[in-house]
């Protein structure tokens, strides 16, 4: 199906069109039997991903999506039906202005009157570890936001999911996160926890968008409040071992401590409280779960999309890795 034209058709506003998130919520909405309009929002419509996405009949939203220009922001979701809704925090790293400019969305988007509003959320860091992991701005910040829009909408007619994606494939071609060589020719996933830790795999750019369709499609989730996006629970020695075995090379799981894990991003260049940041995330994944307290279970993917998103194998076979791992 292409992206339909007709004004009896529901229009869909998709924040970050470009992006990893919106750029597969798009994907799969074009995808789908039922007919959408859609219209993406960037703040650049010169880039080749807008560009792309108005010949398949977008209409592109050229909008800055901050509480500065908070009239515009309105201004854009009007007329809409449904809203896909996402922030970008490693723009800016800043926990207020990430919070902010989500609720911001929120109210935008529930002030257009939408009938769904989908937000792509996390869970609190420091909630779930009851106090013990206080620096995960990023989890902490999106969950702040799933509060306030589960509040914002329990008195208006606009439903409300929150749509968590899971653990990025895509993390793992990063410079940050890849296998680093060592000195014997083989290859090392360093990280801060147990390689026994189970985490929810998504390759993002392919699959979230399946989700977010199916949310919005699917009557069985009409009552859902929270979904998981993934293709698979997997622990990161099955990665590291799916992975070998798939590239032929030599690679091995490194634990490493707390005080190492920062001392390697501060290393690398991350300033030293985003890299404490991404070691209390890998922490507290493996102490209370990706998904902690929330109602979603390993094996139970929405009915219907057993098989559709790819596992960490099929996503390493998707690869070239041919420069990452020479």
């Known amino acids: 199906m292409t992206i339909s034209q007709d004004p009896s058709a529901p229009l869909i506003a998709v924040v970050g069109a470009t992006g990893m998130q919106g750029g597969s919520v798009i994907k799969r909405l074009a995808e789908s039997p039922k007919p959408y309009r859609i219209k993406g929002f960037t703040r650049d419509p010169s880039k080749p991903a807008a560009k792309a996405l108005a010949e398949q009949k977008v209409e592109i939203v050229v909008v800055s999506l901050t509480v500065d220009n908070k009239d515009a922001v309105y201004k854009a979701f009007q007329g809409a039906d449904i809203a896909f809704t996402v922030t970008n925090f490693w723009e800016h790293m800043d926990k207020a202005r990430e919070t902010a400019e989500g609720k911001l969305l929120i109210d935008a988007a529930t002030a257009a009157g939408v009938k769904l509003l989908i937000w792509s959320g996390l869970v609190s860091a420091a909630e779930v570890s009851h106090g013990k992991y206080m620096h995960a701005d990023h989890l902490d910040s999106k969950a702040e936001v799933t509060k306030y829009g589960r509040h914002t909408t ?10 968590i994606a899971g653990l990025y494939d895509s993390n793992f071609i990063s410079p ?105 995330m890998f922490a507290v994944i493996a102490e209370e779960g990706y998904f902690s307290g929330l109602d979603i279970g390993r094996s139970r993917l929405p009915e219907g999309l057993e098989g559709m998103a790819f596992t960490w194998a099929e996503f390493v076979k998707s690869m070239d890795w041919s420069e990452l791992l020479k």
Do not use: H
């Open 176 to 280: 940050l996160f890849s296998p680093k060589k060592q000195e014997d020719g083989s290859f090392a996933l360093v990280m801060p926890v147990s390689a026994d830790c189970i985490v929810p795999s998504l390759d993002t750019a392919r699959d979230y968008g399946l989700f977010v369709r199916k949310v919005i499609e699917d009557p069985s989730l009409a009552n859902a409040k929270d979904v998981g996006a993934y293709g698979e629970f997997i622990s990161y020695a099955q990665m590291v071992k799916e992975w070998s075995e798939i590239t032929g090379k030599d690679m091995r799981y490194l634990e490493v401590t707390k005080e190492q894990y920062i001392a390697g991003g501060v290393a690398s260049g991350l300033p030293e409280r985003i890299a404490l940041e991404l070691y209390e």
């Open 154 to 163: 329990s008195t208006s007619p606009t439903r409300f999911v929150n749509v």
